[in-house]
């Protein structure tokens, strides 16, 4: 399968028919790009298993143009859910609600609740609304790398594989959704994204977070947590400390003989005389680390380095999902 790349000057067009042709077509969103299919055919969703290599027991997020939509696929919601989205959508939360089953089985992994977004872009949007089902989109990776942030890192990952990509130029947030588990009274944060803690508690006062994301051993109520993921090509090692400490672990690992790569915020890369190196923005503002990470992630290839090293993060606002992905990243190795 040749994999078309559609462009801006040439419309949606393509894309909506392959979309009802129950074909898969990647998107851009506010987060990073996804993998949408249409989520009411178990034929059309199978293929975007199959494209990134995905688990099975791990389910999708369904996108929605209009929350008139919601009814199609959700069996109720509770007043938190729809809190939620009155304050954030269209934006990078994703509600998980119970399902009315009328999504395709694969959707869901077979779950009673399914996870629903309205993505804040303007072409997602478009797409939406004229392809008129729901449509089922992960992350437009092969599954364990980095989720792409552009057309190209699409393209890389899963060319030959897909139907097409429309190309709309790079996303904003640079990390995904958050996902907020919204059965109960008290939302219960399941993955950290562009929404943050603090965001909602502005909403709700209260917000609980799964306790399997701060460590506890328990098993992650998002069955996609529990996967290895956002892998770059080569080992991604986390300092921690100041950038005294940086700096002394980098000449440690070069005197080895290490061949490294520098994954680092505008503040610490002043400090480093060091190449190659990949700033990732200021870390005053880890909105615009959050939207530089990925393709950080990916700008290093196992030919030319045996090691990334990368800087740690204050785990609060942004920096919480940032931190998230990075430990992901790097398998949990911080140094
Ligand atoms: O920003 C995003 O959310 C992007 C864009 C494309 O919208 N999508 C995305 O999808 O990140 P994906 O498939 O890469 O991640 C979906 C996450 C997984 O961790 C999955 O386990 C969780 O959402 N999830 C989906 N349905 C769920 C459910 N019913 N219960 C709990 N977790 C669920
Ligand atoms: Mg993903």
């Known amino acids: 399968m040749r994999t078309k790349i559609w462009t801006m000057e040439e419309g949606l067009s393509g894309a909506v028919e392959a979309l009802r042709q129950k074909e898969t077509v990647a998107f851009p969103t506010e987060t ?24 099975a027991d791990n389910p999708l997020i369904v996108h929605i143009g209009e929350r008139s939509q919601l009814s199609a696929i959700a069996s109720s919601w509770s007043e938190t859910a729809e809190k939620c989205m009155d304050a954030f959508w269209p934006g990078p939360l994703t509600v998980i609600v119970p399902s009315n089953h009328e999504a395709a089985p694969n959707v869901t992994s077979n779950l009673d609740t399914i996870g629903v977004r309205m993505p804040d872009h303007p072409v997602a949007l ?46 904003g947030v ?22 943050t803690k603090e965001d909602l508690e502005r909403v709700f006062g209260e917000v609980q977070v799964d306790p399997a994301l701060e460590g506890a051993g328990d098993r992650p109520k998002s069955p996609g947590m529990k996967y290895r993921h956002y892998a770059p090509d080569v080992p991604l090692w986390l300092v921690e400390g100041d950038d005294g400490r940086f700096v002394t672990a980098l000449k440690y690992y070069k005197e080895e003989g290490k061949k490294i790569g520098v994954i680092a915020s505008r503040e610490l890369a002043r400090k480093l005389d060091h190449e190659p190196l990949v700033e990732c923005g200021s870390r005053e503002d880890m909105g615009e680390v959050a939207g530089g990470l990925y393709s950080a992630l990916r700008s290093f290839s196992d030919t030319e380095i045996d090691l990334i090293l990368c800087e740690t993060f204050k785990e609060a606002g942004m920096g919480t999902a940032v931190m998230n992905r990075l430990r992901k990243a790097a398998d949990h190795t911080v140094v």
């Open 174 to 195: 640079g990390v995904e959704s958050t996902v907020v588990d919204c059965t109960s009274e008290v939302p219960v944060i399941l993955r950290p994204g562009g929404i």
């Open 126 to 171: 478009e797409l939406l609304s004229k392809a008129g089902v729901p449509i089922a989109a992960p992350s437009a990776n092969s599954s364990g790398k980095p989720s792409p942030t552009t057309a190209g890192h699409v393209y890389e990952d899963l060319n030959g594989k897909i139907t097409g990509i429309v190309d709309g130029g790079p996303t």
């Open 32 to 55: 990073v790009y996804g993998l949408g299919a249409d989520a009411t055919s178990k034929e059309a969703v199978s293929k975007i298993f199959k494209a990134k290599g995905r688990p």
